[in-house]
């Protein structure tokens, strides 16, 4: 039995994507440690992070400055961060007042080539 689909060779990626027959093409952000200093200086009530695959981010205790205490974060999640350096992260987590649930998953190792 062989199954033909009338537009076969005809389809979009993003069609193909929709109807479940090809993966999501996935881009690491491009957000860097100065980018995300300015998301608490303009947010100053963030509670939730997830940051999924920003390899630009390297030292996480910079993002703390005056303006930016991060006073209110409870929840902080990293995915696919490759670049982001170990001492850094401690530190900047020391600094986080409320922290009360950190995952960590695919973090400090050698980033993909």
Not at 9 to 17: A, D, N, Q, Y
Not at 29 to 55: A, H, M, Q, S, W
Not at 71 to 89: P, Q
């Amino acid at each position: 039995m062989s199954c033909c689909f009338a537009n076969a060779g005809k389809m979009s990626h993003l069609e193909l994507v929709k109807y479940g027959l090809a993966d999501v093409i996935e881009n690491p952000g491009i957000i860097t440690d100065i980018g995300i200093k300015v998301v608490n200086e303009v947010f100053t009530n963030i509670k939730y992070l997830l940051i999924y695959n920003c390899p630009h981010l390297h030292n996480p205790h910079q993002w703390i400055t005056d303006h930016s205490r991060w006073s209110r974060l409870v929840d902080l999640t990293l995915v696919r961060c490759h670049a982001i350096k170990l001492e850094s992260f401690c530190h900047f987590i020391e600094l986080l007042p409320c922290l009360e649930f950190i995952c960590l998953d695919q973090m400090f190792r050698e980033p993909p080539k």
